[in-house]
Protein backbone atom coordinates (compact mmCIF):
# COMPACT_ATOMS: atom_id res chain seq x y z
CA UNK A 1 0.00 0.00 0.00
CA UNK A 2 2.54 2.86 0.88
CA UNK A 3 5.10 1.95 -2.27
CA UNK A 4 2.58 2.88 -4.45
CA UNK A 5 1.44 6.09 -1.61
CA UNK A 6 4.20 6.49 0.31
CA UNK A 7 2.94 9.77 1.51
CA UNK A 8 0.35 7.99 3.43
CA UNK A 9 3.18 7.43 5.86
CA UNK A 10 4.05 10.71 6.25
CA UNK A 11 0.59 12.43 6.76
CA UNK A 12 0.16 14.80 9.73
CA UNK A 13 -1.34 13.32 12.55
CA UNK A 14 -4.94 12.97 13.09
CA UNK A 15 -5.20 13.57 8.34
CA UNK A 16 -7.51 11.09 7.36
CA UNK A 17 -6.30 9.11 4.12
CA UNK A 18 -9.68 9.40 3.06
CA UNK A 19 -12.71 11.90 2.74
CA UNK A 20 -16.05 10.60 2.64
CA UNK A 21 -17.96 12.88 -0.14
CA UNK A 22 -21.07 11.79 1.26
CA UNK A 23 -21.54 13.99 4.02
CA UNK A 24 -23.14 16.61 1.52
CA UNK A 25 -24.98 16.26 -1.12
CA UNK A 26 -23.85 19.90 -2.32
CA UNK A 27 -22.74 23.12 -1.48
CA UNK A 28 -26.03 24.29 -0.46
CA UNK A 29 -26.01 21.48 2.29
CA UNK A 30 -22.79 23.12 3.48
CA UNK A 31 -24.46 26.36 3.64
CA UNK A 32 -27.68 25.26 5.21
CA UNK A 33 -25.43 23.62 7.99
CA UNK A 34 -23.27 26.84 8.64
CA UNK A 35 -26.16 28.95 8.75
CA UNK A 36 -27.99 27.20 11.19
CA UNK A 37 -24.50 26.09 13.19
CA UNK A 38 -23.15 29.45 13.30
CA UNK A 39 -25.97 32.29 12.97
CA UNK A 40 -24.74 34.60 14.93
CA UNK A 41 -21.34 34.39 14.12
CA UNK A 42 -19.81 36.84 12.04
CA UNK A 43 -19.00 35.81 8.68
CA UNK A 44 -17.91 38.47 6.16
CA UNK A 45 -16.04 42.01 6.99
CA UNK A 46 -15.29 44.71 4.47
CA UNK A 47 -14.55 48.59 5.15
CA UNK A 48 -15.15 48.57 8.81
CA UNK A 49 -18.65 46.58 8.07
CA UNK A 50 -19.40 43.17 9.17
CA UNK A 51 -22.31 40.73 8.26
CA UNK A 52 -23.12 37.59 10.64
CA UNK A 53 -23.88 34.35 9.34
CA UNK A 54 -27.90 34.96 9.72
CA UNK A 55 -27.68 38.36 7.68
CA UNK A 56 -25.95 36.42 4.91
CA UNK A 57 -28.74 33.43 4.97
CA UNK A 58 -31.08 36.38 4.83
CA UNK A 59 -29.63 38.66 2.37
CA UNK A 60 -28.42 35.30 0.02
CA UNK A 61 -31.93 33.87 0.18
CA UNK A 62 -33.50 37.42 -0.83
CA UNK A 63 -30.94 37.14 -3.64
CA UNK A 64 -32.24 33.53 -4.90
CA UNK A 65 -35.92 34.75 -4.40
CA UNK A 66 -35.23 37.53 -7.11
CA UNK A 67 -32.95 35.44 -9.65
CA UNK A 68 -36.01 32.64 -9.52
CA UNK A 69 -39.46 34.76 -8.36
CA UNK A 70 -38.59 37.77 -10.34
CA UNK A 71 -35.95 37.17 -13.22
CA UNK A 72 -37.76 33.09 -13.52
CA UNK A 73 -33.82 32.10 -13.99
CA UNK A 74 -34.16 28.29 -12.99
CA UNK A 75 -31.49 25.01 -12.11
CA UNK A 76 -28.64 24.74 -14.77
CA UNK A 77 -28.71 28.51 -16.11
CA UNK A 78 -25.64 30.66 -15.96
CA UNK A 79 -24.87 33.78 -14.31
CA UNK A 80 -21.92 35.86 -14.28
CA UNK A 81 -20.34 37.78 -11.04
CA UNK A 82 -17.93 39.80 -11.75
CA UNK A 83 -17.27 42.03 -8.78
CA UNK A 84 -14.21 41.85 -6.88
CA UNK A 85 -13.84 41.16 -2.98
CA UNK A 86 -17.19 43.13 -1.34
CA UNK A 87 -20.07 41.74 0.81
CA UNK A 88 -21.88 41.67 -1.94
CA UNK A 89 -19.68 39.07 -3.65
CA UNK A 90 -21.08 35.95 -1.03
CA UNK A 91 -24.54 37.37 -1.17
CA UNK A 92 -24.52 36.85 -5.08
CA UNK A 93 -22.75 33.49 -4.92
CA UNK A 94 -24.77 31.90 -2.30
CA UNK A 95 -28.01 33.59 -3.64
CA UNK A 96 -27.05 31.79 -7.43
CA UNK A 97 -26.19 28.68 -5.66
CA UNK A 98 -29.34 28.21 -3.69
CA UNK A 99 -31.53 29.20 -6.69
CA UNK A 100 -29.51 26.26 -8.95
CA UNK A 101 -27.55 28.43 -11.31
CA UNK A 102 -24.24 27.87 -12.37
CA UNK A 103 -22.31 30.35 -11.33
CA UNK A 104 -19.36 31.99 -13.76
CA UNK A 105 -16.71 34.01 -12.10
CA UNK A 106 -15.81 36.69 -13.80
CA UNK A 107 -12.46 39.12 -13.28
CA UNK A 108 -13.72 42.38 -13.05
CA UNK A 109 -10.48 43.58 -14.71
CA UNK A 110 -11.34 41.67 -18.46
CA UNK A 111 -11.20 43.79 -21.25
CA UNK A 112 -14.15 43.80 -23.45
CA UNK A 113 -12.92 41.25 -25.64
CA UNK A 114 -11.68 38.95 -22.92
CA UNK A 115 -15.21 39.70 -21.69
CA UNK A 116 -17.41 38.93 -24.48
CA UNK A 117 -15.81 36.19 -25.07
CA UNK A 118 -16.34 34.54 -21.11
CA UNK A 119 -19.98 35.42 -21.57
CA UNK A 120 -20.77 34.10 -25.32
CA UNK A 121 -18.77 30.84 -24.12
CA UNK A 122 -20.79 30.19 -20.94
CA UNK A 123 -24.26 31.69 -22.03
CA UNK A 124 -24.75 33.36 -19.20
CA UNK A 125 -28.06 35.10 -19.05
CA UNK A 126 -27.65 37.26 -15.99
CA UNK A 127 -24.74 39.59 -14.35
CA UNK A 128 -23.95 41.33 -11.51
CA UNK A 129 -21.23 43.78 -11.98
CA UNK A 130 -19.45 46.20 -9.68
CA UNK A 131 -19.95 50.11 -11.04
CA UNK A 132 -15.91 50.39 -11.92
CA UNK A 133 -16.49 47.84 -14.22
CA UNK A 134 -20.00 48.31 -16.08
CA UNK A 135 -18.43 50.29 -18.62
CA UNK A 136 -16.96 47.28 -20.01
CA UNK A 137 -19.76 45.26 -20.07
CA UNK A 138 -21.93 48.03 -22.03
CA UNK A 139 -19.51 47.87 -25.15
CA UNK A 140 -20.59 43.80 -25.43
CA UNK A 141 -23.73 42.77 -23.83
CA UNK A 142 -25.75 43.20 -27.11
CA UNK A 143 -23.43 40.71 -28.46
CA UNK A 144 -24.18 37.96 -25.54
CA UNK A 145 -27.34 36.16 -24.33
CA UNK A 146 -27.42 38.50 -21.10
CA UNK A 147 -30.77 39.60 -20.13
CA UNK A 148 -30.63 40.68 -16.94
CA UNK A 149 -27.65 42.87 -15.41
CA UNK A 150 -27.65 43.85 -11.27
CA UNK A 151 -25.05 46.80 -10.98
CA UNK A 152 -23.92 47.85 -7.53
CA UNK A 153 -21.24 50.12 -5.64
CA UNK A 154 -18.54 49.18 -3.38
CA UNK A 155 -20.02 50.97 -0.74
CA UNK A 156 -23.74 49.86 -1.05
CA UNK A 157 -23.72 47.55 1.55
CA UNK A 158 -21.68 49.89 4.08
CA UNK A 159 -24.39 51.46 5.57
CA UNK A 160 -25.12 55.71 5.63
CA UNK A 161 -22.98 57.67 5.78
CA UNK A 162 -20.23 55.28 5.18
CA UNK A 163 -21.36 53.88 2.24
CA UNK A 164 -22.71 57.24 0.26
CA UNK A 165 -19.32 58.46 0.86
CA UNK A 166 -17.58 56.22 -0.16
CA UNK A 167 -19.33 55.90 -3.93
CA UNK A 168 -19.16 59.74 -4.13
CA UNK A 169 -15.27 59.53 -3.48
CA UNK A 170 -14.66 56.92 -5.75
CA UNK A 171 -17.12 58.13 -8.58
CA UNK A 172 -16.17 61.69 -8.30
CA UNK A 173 -13.05 62.18 -6.29
CA UNK A 174 -10.72 59.05 -7.03
CA UNK A 175 -12.30 58.90 -10.66
CA UNK A 176 -12.65 55.32 -10.20
CA UNK A 177 -16.43 54.76 -12.06
CA UNK A 178 -16.31 55.18 -15.51
CA UNK A 179 -19.68 56.41 -17.03
CA UNK A 180 -21.94 53.84 -18.90
CA UNK A 181 -25.32 53.09 -20.00
CA UNK A 182 -27.24 50.07 -19.11
CA UNK A 183 -30.81 51.27 -19.30
CA UNK A 184 -32.15 48.07 -17.91
CA UNK A 185 -30.03 47.60 -15.16
CA UNK A 186 -31.58 46.92 -12.00
CA UNK A 187 -29.59 48.11 -8.55
CA UNK A 188 -28.03 45.18 -5.81
CA UNK A 189 -30.29 46.51 -3.29
CA UNK A 190 -33.38 46.71 -5.50
CA UNK A 191 -32.90 43.20 -6.16
CA UNK A 192 -32.73 42.23 -2.76
CA UNK A 193 -35.84 44.05 -1.90
CA UNK A 194 -38.05 42.84 -4.61
CA UNK A 195 -36.27 39.27 -3.57
CA UNK A 196 -37.35 39.08 -0.29
CA UNK A 197 -41.10 38.90 -1.58
CA UNK A 198 -39.97 35.42 -2.81
CA UNK A 199 -39.83 32.10 -0.70
CA UNK A 200 -36.78 30.31 -1.43
CA UNK A 201 -38.23 26.75 -3.32
CA UNK A 202 -35.68 24.15 -2.58
CA UNK A 203 -34.11 22.81 -5.68
CA UNK A 204 -32.44 19.20 -5.66
CA UNK A 205 -28.41 19.37 -6.13
CA UNK A 206 -26.10 16.30 -5.80
CA UNK A 207 -22.89 15.56 -6.79
CA UNK A 208 -22.93 15.73 -10.55
CA UNK A 209 -24.53 18.92 -10.87
CA UNK A 210 -22.11 22.07 -11.93
CA UNK A 211 -21.26 24.55 -9.42
CA UNK A 212 -19.11 26.61 -11.34
CA UNK A 213 -17.53 27.20 -14.91
CA UNK A 214 -14.17 28.26 -13.57
CA UNK A 215 -12.37 30.04 -16.59
CA UNK A 216 -8.54 29.04 -17.30
CA UNK A 217 -6.60 28.61 -20.60
CA UNK A 218 -5.50 25.23 -20.08
CA UNK A 219 -3.07 24.12 -22.06
CA UNK A 220 -4.17 26.58 -25.21
CA UNK A 221 -4.50 29.96 -24.94
CA UNK A 222 -8.99 30.55 -25.71
CA UNK A 223 -10.05 30.25 -22.30
CA UNK A 224 -12.17 27.44 -21.30
CA UNK A 225 -14.56 27.04 -18.59
CA UNK A 226 -13.41 23.73 -16.56
CA UNK A 227 -16.75 22.54 -14.99
CA UNK A 228 -16.74 22.49 -11.37
CA UNK A 229 -19.66 20.31 -10.08
CA UNK A 230 -20.72 20.62 -6.74
CA UNK A 231 -19.55 16.93 -5.80
CA UNK A 232 -15.93 18.60 -7.06
CA UNK A 233 -15.80 21.39 -4.41
CA UNK A 234 -17.01 19.59 -1.42
CA UNK A 235 -14.33 16.92 -2.11
CA UNK A 236 -11.78 19.69 -1.94
CA UNK A 237 -13.48 21.94 0.79
CA UNK A 238 -13.55 18.23 2.79
CA UNK A 239 -10.02 17.63 1.49
CA UNK A 240 -8.83 21.14 2.70
CA UNK A 241 -10.88 21.03 5.70
CA UNK A 242 -9.18 17.99 7.29
CA UNK A 243 -5.58 18.36 6.62
CA UNK A 244 -6.33 21.65 8.03
CA UNK A 245 -7.57 19.70 10.37
CA UNK A 246 -7.05 20.06 14.66
CA UNK A 247 -5.44 23.33 13.48
CA UNK A 248 -8.41 25.46 13.09
CA UNK A 249 -10.59 26.03 16.06
CA UNK A 250 -14.39 26.30 14.89
CA UNK A 251 -15.74 29.26 15.08
CA UNK A 252 -12.59 31.53 16.38
CA UNK A 253 -10.76 31.35 12.73
CA UNK A 254 -10.31 35.18 11.26
CA UNK A 255 -8.90 34.77 7.69
CA UNK A 256 -7.49 37.52 5.29
CA UNK A 257 -8.91 37.30 2.13
CA UNK A 258 -7.22 39.35 -0.23
CA UNK A 259 -6.84 37.18 -3.17
CA UNK A 260 -10.07 37.49 -4.80
CA UNK A 261 -12.64 35.54 -4.48
CA UNK A 262 -13.25 34.48 -7.86
CA UNK A 263 -9.81 32.68 -8.65
CA UNK A 264 -10.41 29.34 -7.40
CA UNK A 265 -7.54 29.31 -4.59
CA UNK A 266 -9.44 32.21 -3.11
CA UNK A 267 -13.07 30.78 -3.57
CA UNK A 268 -12.19 27.06 -1.56
CA UNK A 269 -9.85 28.05 0.68
CA UNK A 270 -11.18 30.95 2.22
CA UNK A 271 -14.40 31.10 0.97
CA UNK A 272 -16.11 27.56 1.33
CA UNK A 273 -13.31 26.04 3.98
CA UNK A 274 -13.16 28.86 6.35
CA UNK A 275 -16.93 29.34 6.07
CA UNK A 276 -17.46 25.38 7.25
CA UNK A 277 -15.83 26.52 10.38
CA UNK A 278 -17.62 29.37 10.76
CA UNK A 279 -14.67 31.47 10.49
CA UNK A 280 -14.74 35.02 9.86
CA UNK A 281 -13.54 36.05 6.31
CA UNK A 282 -11.89 39.61 6.13
CA UNK A 283 -12.27 40.53 2.58
CA UNK A 284 -10.01 42.84 1.42
CA UNK A 285 -10.96 44.83 -1.90
CA UNK A 286 -7.66 46.07 -3.30
CA UNK A 287 -4.48 44.42 -2.16
CA UNK A 288 -2.51 45.99 -4.44
CA UNK A 289 -2.65 49.18 -2.15
CA UNK A 290 -0.39 47.75 0.33
CA UNK A 291 0.17 50.72 2.99
CA UNK A 292 -3.87 50.23 3.18
CA UNK A 293 -3.52 46.14 3.34
CA UNK A 294 -1.18 46.53 6.50
CA UNK A 295 -3.67 49.41 8.13
CA UNK A 296 -6.55 46.75 7.71
CA UNK A 297 -4.42 43.54 8.97
CA UNK A 298 -3.32 45.79 12.36
CA UNK A 299 -7.48 46.26 12.56
CA UNK A 300 -7.71 42.34 12.55
CA UNK A 301 -6.65 39.76 15.06
CA UNK A 302 -6.62 36.91 12.35
CA UNK A 303 -5.58 33.80 12.65
CA UNK A 304 -4.76 32.49 9.10
CA UNK A 305 -3.43 34.45 5.23
CA UNK A 306 -3.47 32.89 2.02
CA UNK A 307 -1.89 34.75 -0.94
CA UNK A 308 0.37 34.19 -3.97
CA UNK A 309 4.35 34.65 -3.82
CA UNK A 310 4.29 38.63 -4.69
CA UNK A 311 1.60 39.66 -1.78
CA UNK A 312 3.40 37.77 0.80
CA UNK A 313 6.37 39.53 -0.46
CA UNK A 314 4.58 42.81 -0.68
CA UNK A 315 3.75 42.99 2.82
CA UNK A 316 7.25 42.23 4.23
CA UNK A 317 8.52 45.09 2.50
CA UNK A 318 5.62 47.47 3.35
CA UNK A 319 6.36 50.33 6.16
CA UNK A 320 4.31 48.76 8.80
CA UNK A 321 4.47 45.43 8.49
CA UNK A 322 6.16 44.51 11.60
CA UNK A 323 4.09 46.27 13.66
CA UNK A 324 0.94 43.96 12.75
CA UNK A 325 -0.14 41.57 15.68
CA UNK A 326 1.01 38.13 14.42
CA UNK A 327 -0.12 36.57 18.15
CA UNK A 328 -2.80 34.46 16.75
CA UNK A 329 -1.57 33.51 13.32
CA UNK A 330 -1.28 29.93 12.93
CA UNK A 331 -1.72 29.11 9.16
CA UNK A 332 -0.24 30.68 6.05
CA UNK A 333 -0.90 29.18 3.10
CA UNK A 334 0.80 29.99 -0.74
CA UNK A 335 -0.37 29.07 -3.73
CA UNK A 336 -1.15 30.30 -7.41
CA UNK A 337 2.60 30.09 -7.95
CA UNK A 338 6.01 28.83 -6.85
CA UNK A 339 7.07 30.38 -3.62
CA UNK A 340 10.53 31.80 -3.12
CA UNK A 341 12.34 30.79 -0.67
CA UNK A 342 13.79 34.34 0.49
CA UNK A 343 10.19 35.53 0.76
CA UNK A 344 9.32 32.25 2.68
CA UNK A 345 12.23 32.42 5.16
CA UNK A 346 11.60 36.02 5.83
CA UNK A 347 7.78 35.51 6.51
CA UNK A 348 8.68 32.68 9.29
CA UNK A 349 11.17 35.49 10.79
CA UNK A 350 8.96 38.05 10.39
CA UNK A 351 5.34 36.31 11.71
CA UNK A 352 6.46 33.09 13.23
CA UNK A 353 4.53 31.15 10.90
CA UNK A 354 5.85 28.79 8.30
CA UNK A 355 4.51 29.91 5.03
CA UNK A 356 3.68 26.44 3.63
CA UNK A 357 3.67 25.93 -0.16
CA UNK A 358 0.15 24.48 -1.83
CA UNK A 359 0.01 23.42 -5.55
CA UNK A 360 -3.37 23.02 -7.17
CA UNK A 361 -5.02 23.93 -10.29
CA UNK A 362 -8.87 25.41 -11.68
CA UNK A 363 -8.93 21.83 -12.73
CA UNK A 364 -8.65 20.55 -9.43
CA UNK A 365 -10.81 22.63 -7.69
CA UNK A 366 -8.18 23.18 -7.08
CA UNK A 367 -6.09 21.54 -3.71
CA UNK A 368 -3.78 18.68 -5.19
CA UNK A 369 -0.79 18.94 -2.38
CA UNK A 370 -0.79 20.26 0.25
CA UNK A 371 2.71 21.13 2.88
CA UNK A 372 2.06 19.67 6.52
CA UNK A 373 1.42 22.95 8.48
CA UNK A 374 3.48 21.90 11.10
CA UNK A 375 6.47 22.32 9.02
CA UNK A 376 9.23 23.69 10.47
CA UNK A 377 11.28 25.21 7.95
CA UNK A 378 10.65 26.38 4.11
CA UNK A 379 11.27 22.41 1.67
CA UNK A 380 10.64 23.52 -1.77
CA UNK A 381 8.45 21.22 -2.00
CA UNK A 382 4.44 21.30 -2.89
CA UNK A 383 3.76 18.61 -0.15
CA UNK A 384 1.80 15.57 -0.25
CA UNK A 385 -1.79 14.26 -2.07
CA UNK A 386 -4.28 15.17 0.01
CA UNK A 387 -6.73 12.81 1.03
CA UNK A 388 -8.97 10.70 -1.55
CA UNK A 389 -6.19 12.03 -3.71
CA UNK A 390 -3.61 10.15 -6.10
CA UNK A 391 -0.68 11.68 -7.48
CA UNK A 392 1.68 10.02 -9.99
CA UNK A 393 4.69 11.21 -12.01
CA UNK A 394 4.39 10.14 -15.58
CA UNK A 395 6.65 9.13 -19.08
CA UNK A 396 5.88 11.03 -22.36
CA UNK A 397 4.47 7.72 -23.40
CA UNK A 398 2.23 7.41 -20.25
CA UNK A 399 3.89 4.81 -18.33
CA UNK A 400 3.86 5.67 -14.35
CA UNK A 401 7.61 6.76 -13.53
CA UNK A 402 9.67 5.34 -10.37
CA UNK A 403 10.61 7.97 -7.14
CA UNK A 404 13.35 10.45 -8.38
CA UNK A 405 12.38 10.49 -12.34
CA UNK A 406 11.04 13.59 -13.95
CA UNK A 407 7.90 13.70 -15.41
CA UNK A 408 4.91 14.70 -16.14
CA UNK A 409 2.31 15.13 -12.59
CA UNK A 410 -1.12 13.42 -13.09
CA UNK A 411 -3.72 14.07 -10.56
CA UNK A 412 -6.90 11.64 -9.95
CA UNK A 413 -9.59 12.22 -7.12
CA UNK A 414 -13.13 13.18 -6.62
CA UNK A 415 -11.98 16.92 -6.93
CA UNK A 416 -10.59 16.42 -10.74
CA UNK A 417 -13.29 18.94 -12.92
CA UNK A 418 -16.29 16.97 -14.87
CA UNK A 419 -14.29 18.45 -18.40
CA UNK A 420 -14.60 21.60 -20.31
CA UNK A 421 -17.58 23.56 -20.97
CA UNK A 422 -18.64 22.37 -24.44
CA UNK A 423 -15.24 21.41 -25.02
CA UNK A 424 -14.82 17.61 -25.71
CA UNK A 425 -11.56 17.31 -27.77
CA UNK A 426 -10.04 19.82 -25.18
CA UNK A 427 -11.32 17.75 -22.31
CA UNK A 428 -10.02 14.50 -24.15
CA UNK A 429 -6.63 15.58 -24.24
CA UNK A 430 -6.62 16.07 -20.98
CA UNK A 431 -8.76 13.75 -18.82
CA UNK A 432 -8.19 10.12 -19.74
CA UNK A 433 -11.55 7.77 -19.28
CA UNK A 434 -9.39 6.20 -15.94
CA UNK A 435 -9.97 9.44 -14.02
CA UNK A 436 -6.21 10.82 -14.41
CA UNK A 437 -5.67 14.34 -15.53
CA UNK A 438 -2.83 15.76 -17.29
CA UNK A 439 -1.41 18.86 -15.64
CA UNK A 440 0.74 19.96 -17.72
CA UNK A 441 3.64 20.22 -14.86
CA UNK A 442 6.99 18.13 -14.94
CA UNK A 443 7.60 17.31 -11.39
CA UNK A 444 9.28 14.71 -9.31
CA UNK A 445 8.59 12.60 -6.14
CA UNK A 446 11.14 11.45 -3.42
CA UNK A 447 10.68 8.59 -1.59
CA UNK A 448 8.60 10.09 1.18
CA UNK A 449 5.88 10.93 -1.24
CA UNK A 450 7.25 14.70 -1.48
CA UNK A 451 6.21 15.96 -5.21
CA UNK A 452 8.53 19.13 -6.40
CA UNK A 453 7.47 21.21 -9.59
CA UNK A 454 10.73 21.44 -12.22
CA UNK A 455 9.37 23.14 -15.08
CA UNK A 456 6.15 23.76 -16.78
CA UNK A 457 5.76 21.60 -19.95
CA UNK A 458 3.25 24.34 -21.62
CA UNK A 459 4.36 27.76 -22.58
CA UNK A 460 2.32 29.04 -20.04
CA UNK A 461 3.33 32.03 -18.17
CA UNK A 462 3.31 32.32 -14.44
CA UNK A 463 2.36 36.19 -13.42
CA UNK A 464 1.69 36.66 -9.62
CA UNK A 465 -0.49 33.64 -9.85
CA UNK A 466 -2.36 33.97 -12.74
CA UNK A 467 -1.76 32.29 -15.98
CA UNK A 468 -1.19 33.87 -19.23
CA UNK A 469 -1.14 31.82 -22.16
CA UNK A 470 1.11 33.25 -24.83
CA UNK A 471 -1.11 32.19 -27.64
CA UNK A 472 -3.61 34.73 -26.64
CA UNK A 473 -1.14 37.73 -26.06
CA UNK A 474 0.61 36.62 -29.45
CA UNK A 475 -2.94 36.26 -30.97
CA UNK A 476 -3.52 39.83 -30.35
CA UNK A 477 -0.20 41.64 -30.74
CA UNK A 478 -0.90 39.50 -34.23
CA UNK A 479 -3.98 42.13 -34.80
CA UNK A 480 -1.88 44.96 -34.98
CA UNK A 481 -0.80 45.98 -38.66
CA UNK A 482 2.58 46.73 -37.44
CA UNK A 483 3.64 43.33 -36.47
CA UNK A 484 4.67 40.65 -38.87
CA UNK A 485 5.19 37.78 -36.07
CA UNK A 486 6.11 37.32 -32.50
CA UNK A 487 6.44 35.02 -29.44
CA UNK A 488 5.64 35.85 -26.07
CA UNK A 489 7.63 34.20 -23.40
CA UNK A 490 7.64 34.55 -19.61
CA UNK A 491 11.21 36.79 -18.45
CA UNK A 492 11.90 36.34 -14.69
CA UNK A 493 10.98 38.84 -12.48
CA UNK A 494 11.37 39.06 -9.14
CA UNK A 495 8.49 41.10 -8.07
CA UNK A 496 5.74 38.42 -9.87
CA UNK A 497 7.19 35.39 -10.47
CA UNK A 498 7.16 36.23 -14.24
CA UNK A 499 6.71 39.05 -16.48
CA UNK A 500 5.62 38.76 -20.40
CA UNK A 501 8.02 39.66 -22.87
CA UNK A 502 7.73 39.74 -26.62
CA UNK A 503 9.91 39.34 -29.34
CA UNK A 504 8.48 40.78 -32.23
CA UNK A 505 9.65 41.56 -35.54
CA UNK A 506 8.59 44.44 -37.34
CA UNK A 507 6.40 44.92 -41.12
CA UNK A 508 6.12 48.36 -40.29
CA UNK A 509 10.00 49.54 -39.38
CA UNK A 510 8.73 52.58 -37.55
CA UNK A 511 6.56 50.34 -35.17
CA UNK A 512 7.49 51.42 -31.26
CA UNK A 513 8.10 49.38 -28.32
CA UNK A 514 5.62 52.40 -26.97
CA UNK A 515 3.07 51.64 -29.75
CA UNK A 516 2.84 48.11 -29.14
CA UNK A 517 2.21 48.35 -25.33
CA UNK A 518 -0.27 50.68 -25.47
CA UNK A 519 -2.48 48.08 -27.99
CA UNK A 520 -1.72 45.45 -25.48
CA UNK A 521 -3.21 47.94 -22.89
CA UNK A 522 -6.29 48.36 -25.23
CA UNK A 523 -7.20 44.52 -25.23
CA UNK A 524 -5.69 42.67 -22.90
CA UNK A 525 -6.19 42.93 -18.70
CA UNK A 526 -3.24 44.19 -16.70
CA UNK A 527 -1.37 41.06 -15.95
CA UNK A 528 -1.29 39.95 -19.48
CA UNK A 529 0.46 43.01 -21.13
CA UNK A 530 4.30 42.95 -22.03
CA UNK A 531 6.46 44.83 -19.79
CA UNK A 532 9.58 44.10 -21.82
CA UNK A 533 9.15 44.14 -25.56
CA UNK A 534 12.42 43.33 -27.96
CA UNK A 535 12.45 43.60 -31.51
CA UNK A 536 14.03 41.14 -33.75
CA UNK A 537 14.81 40.37 -37.43
CA UNK A 538 13.87 37.12 -37.04
CA UNK A 539 12.63 34.28 -34.55
CA UNK A 540 13.82 30.71 -34.33
CA UNK A 541 11.39 28.31 -35.73
CA UNK A 542 11.65 24.26 -36.14
CA UNK A 543 11.75 22.57 -39.43
CA UNK A 544 7.48 23.02 -39.53
CA UNK A 545 8.12 26.79 -39.42
CA UNK A 546 6.32 26.85 -35.75
CA UNK A 547 8.38 29.90 -33.88
CA UNK A 548 10.01 28.41 -30.49
CA UNK A 549 9.41 29.92 -27.41
CA UNK A 550 11.61 27.50 -25.43
CA UNK A 551 14.54 28.65 -27.35
CA UNK A 552 13.90 32.40 -26.74
CA UNK A 553 13.09 31.31 -23.07
CA UNK A 554 16.81 29.31 -22.88
CA UNK A 555 18.28 32.48 -24.15
CA UNK A 556 16.33 34.65 -21.70
CA UNK A 557 18.01 32.05 -18.65
CA UNK A 558 21.31 32.48 -20.10
CA UNK A 559 21.15 36.40 -20.15
CA UNK A 560 19.01 37.29 -17.18
CA UNK A 561 16.61 40.76 -17.70
CA UNK A 562 18.44 43.41 -16.67
Not at 82 to 98: C, E, H
Request: proline residues 5%.
Amino acid sequence: MSNERPWLDHYPAGVPTQIDLDTYSSIVAVLDEVFERFRDRPAFSNFGKQLDYGQIDALSRQFAGYLTGVLKLGKGDRIAIMMPNVLQYPIALFGALRAGLIVVNTNPMYTARELKHQLEDSGAKAIVVLDNFASTLQQVVADTEVKHIITTGIGDLLGFPKGALINFALKHVKKMVPAYHLPSAVRFRDALAQGSAHSLSKVELGHDDIAFLQYTGGTTGVAKGAMLSHGNMVANMLQAGSWIGKNAKEGEEVIITALPLYHIFSLCANGLVFMRLGGLNWLITNPRDMPGFVKELKKSRFTALTGVNTLFNGLLNTPGFSEVDFSRLHLTLGGGMAVQRAVAERWKKATGCTLAEAYGLTETSPAACINPLDLKAYNGSIGLPIPSTDVAIWSEDNQPLPVGEVGELMVRGPQVMKGYWKRPEETAKVLGADGWLHTGDIAKMDANGYFYIVDRKKDMILVSGFNVYPNEVEDVVMQHPGVLEVAAVGAPDEHSGEVVKLFVVRKDPALTADALKQFCHDNLTGYKRPKIIEFRDSLPKSNVGKILRRELRDEKKAAPAT
